[in-house]
């Protein structure tokens, strides 16, 4: 251990956190987390602990160790799984993988929703919290909040134990849906940070219900802000997810490399997907301080069904740069096109037309390399001049007069697109965390923009005979193929049962379009 880290350690803060360990040349070697960062990061420098071969190997690379601090436990879950899939650290890759992060979903949509988990969220209008790494310790979290906000783990039934009803870990029925979804809602905010206000939302309430001598309201408001009190001794809970954003490797490059007068704190990507122009859609994915903001994703579906990726960039970029969403979701930083120059160009386009400037930038999939235009772009052409000019071993920059491409990973081949593989170690970029960042937002970008043509394409697959008959809704759909089982059952009935079901007139209808 060199004397700059051993007296660097010595300022480690008794708080839950992530930490960064970093090779001598500044790449991000191992992403941890952990509740006490003094006491979990010590750990690897000391002698006397039995070690294995992994984290000897690590430690003889370590030159340097970076922390952020963060409020509680569950934000480090949440910030660790970010880093580990931004950076792709080498020794976090020998233990983990995709497979292992894990979402809370909640399907709000539902009469009586309850919670449950998945590795693989769908875009199915439920509300999906997270991914975070470590399963465990989130189910744990979890099983101390239902004491707080109580909630279903299964539909709920007639017949069920009343048990976990009397001691207070399923909602009661009584109280009526509404006032059901009202305490899911507290326990999203209270899991995605906003602790302070949910207990001082709860304290209001326990007030007023004390005013209208509602004691028994106020006792069990009561009692969750005890519980609430508890979890601090057990699992805790912050206020938000605290980036400092000037610790951040990727996006100070990032602003150096395009030349923007401070790091991106929003970036927007965006990605089309269709088959043969087929259930056309794309997406809006958005990273918030270099950290995916599931909250902010948005989805389009094109008004025009064509295999045109241009024109339908163009209509995303338009639609989403409307005064209507300006004004509702605000603007980006920075705006990242997956796709060359066509697609680039149809974004830029777009902005004209919208009367905005915006830094916008594509990622080419062969090469994997930054396309920027010398027009219609806030970045400027003499600066990405002046970075070709002092651009460092392992990086290149040309142009073709309309177009700047910059290489930050020179002598790496990229096999094919979406496939994460540019990590090798032949000419190591100063550059990687920039390209690790892009490839995050690319892949993230691709994966919800294919996720919502999937099911859209499913949906198509499903339609009956039925979507094409006027006047026929989805919920009298609903009602005619619970009656009477599937379409070939609604032909097989005659006209006057169906008219028990919609009514004579509709039934008419129906029976003369089948």
């Given at each position: 251990?060199?004397?700059?880290?051993?007296?660097?350690?010595?300022?480690?803060?008794?708080?839950?956190?992530?930490?960064?360990?970093?090779?001598?040349?500044?790449?991000?070697?191992?992403?941890?987390?952990?509740?006490?960062?003094?006491?979990?990061?010590?750990?690897?420098?000391?002698?006397?602990?039995?070690?294995?071969?992994?984290?000897?190997?690590?430690?003889?690379?370590?030159?340097?160790?970076?922390?952020?601090?963060?409020?509680?436990?569950?934000?480090?879950?949440?910030?660790?799984?970010?880093?580990?899939?931004?950076?792709?650290?080498?020794?976090?890759?020998?233990?983990?993988?995709?497979?292992?992060?894990?979402?809370?979903?909640?399907?709000?949509?539902?009469?009586?929703?309850?919670?449950?988990?998945?590795?693989?969220?769908?875009?199915?209008?439920?509300?999906?919290?997270?991914?975070?790494?470590?399963?465990?310790?989130?189910?744990?979290?979890?099983?101390?909040?239902?004491?707080?906000?109580?909630?279903?783990?299964?539909?709920?039934?007639?017949?069920?134990?009343?048990?976990?009803?009397?001691?207070?870990?399923?909602?009661?029925?009584?109280?009526?849906?509404e006032a059901y979804k009202a305490n899911l809602r507290k326990l999203m905010s209270y899991i995605k940070g906003n602790r302070v206000k949910i207990v001082r939302d709860l304290e209001q309430e326990m007030q007023r219900a004390a005013k209208a001598h509602d004691f028994e309201t106020a006792a069990q408001i009561r009692n969750r802000l005890h519980a609430m009190r508890e979890l601090q001794q057990r699992v805790m809970f912050g206020d938000s997810e605290s980036l400092d954003i000037s610790k951040d490797k990727a996006l100070q490059d990032l602003a150096t490399i395009l030349g923007l007068s401070e790091p991106p704190r929003r970036i927007e990507g965006y990605d089309i997907s269709h088959?043969?122009?087929?259930?056309?859609?794309?997406?809006?994915?958005?990273?918030?301080?270099?950290?995916?903001?599931r909250a902010e994703y948005r989805k389009f579906k094109m008004t025009t069904q064509k295999n045109d990726d241009t024109k339908n960039m163009y209509e995303?970029?338009?639609?989403?740069?409307?005064?209507?969403?300006?004004a509702a979701w605000g603007k980006p930083d920075l705006v990242l096109i997956d796709g060359g120059?066509?697609?680039?160009?149809?974004?830029?386009?777009?902005?004209?037309?919208?009367?905005?400037?915006?830094?916008?930038?594509?990622?080419?999939?062969?090469?994997?390399?930054?396309?920027v235009s010398r027009e219609g772009s806030a970045i400027s052409a003499d600066h990405i001049e002046r970075f070709r000019l002092s651009a460092p071993d392992g990086v290149a920059v040309y142009d073709d007069g309309a177009y700047t491409m910059i290489n930050l990973h020179v002598g790496q081949r990229?096999?094919?697109?979406?496939?994460?593989?540019?990590?090798?170690?032949?000419?190591?970029?100063?550059?990687?965390?920039?390209?690790?960042?892009?490839?995050?937002?690319?892949?993230?970008?691709?994966?919800?923009?294919?996720?919502?043509?999937?099911?859209l394409a499913r949906k198509s697959q499903t339609k009956s005979k039925l979507d094409e008959i006027p006047g026929i809704g989805a919920i009298t759909r609903r009602k005619l193929l619970k009656s009477f089982g599937s379409?070939?059952?609604?032909?097989?009935?005659?006209?006057?049962?169906?008219?028990?079901?919609?009514?004579?007139?509709?039934?008419?209808v129906i029976k003369q379009a089948l």
């Open positions: 251990m060199n004397a700059k880290l051993e007296a660097k350690l010595k300022e480690l803060p008794r708080a839950p956190g992530v930490y960064f360990h970093k090779a001598e040349n500044g790449e991000v070697l191992y992403v941890g987390k952990a509740a006490i960062l003094r006491n979990r990061v010590r750990q690897y420098f000391q002698n006397s602990r039995n070690r294995d071969v992994k984290t000897y190997a690590l430690t003889q690379e370590i030159y340097d160790t970076d922390w952020i601090e963060v409020d509680s436990e569950i934000d480090a879950l949440f910030l660790e799984s970010e880093m580990i899939k931004r950076y792709m650290p080498r020794y976090n890759v020998l233990l983990r993988d995709d497979k292992s992060q894990v979402f809370v979903r909640i399907d709000m949509k539902s009469l009586w929703p309850y919670v449950s988990y998945t590795r693989t969220p769908a875009d199915d209008g439920a509300e999906y919290i997270g991914p975070f790494y470590n399963a465990f310790a989130l189910k744990k979290a979890l099983r101390y909040l239902r004491r707080v906000f109580p909630y279903f783990l299964k539909p709920p039934q007639a017949r069920d134990s009343r048990l976990e009803s009397q001691i207070g870990l399923n909602p009661r029925l009584k109280d009526g849906p088959h043969g122009g087929r259930e056309v859609v794309a997406s809006m994915v958005v990273f918030s301080n270099g950290v995916s903001d995303t970029l338009c639609r989403r740069f409307s005064p209507k969403n300006i120059k066509p697609q680039l160009s149809a974004a830029i386009e777009a902005l004209s037309y919208r009367n905005v400037t915006l830094p916008i930038i594509a990622i080419a999939k062969k090469n994997e390399e930054i396309v990229n096999l094919g697109s979406h496939t994460k593989n540019l990590r090798g170690e032949h000419t190591p970029s100063p550059f990687a965390d920039v390209t690790k960042l892009f490839q995050r937002i690319r892949d993230e970008a691709h994966r919800f923009a294919v996720g919502y043509h999937t099911s379409v070939q059952g609604v032909s097989r009935a005659t006209e006057a049962e169906v008219a028990v079901v919609v009514g004579p007139k509709l039934a008419q």
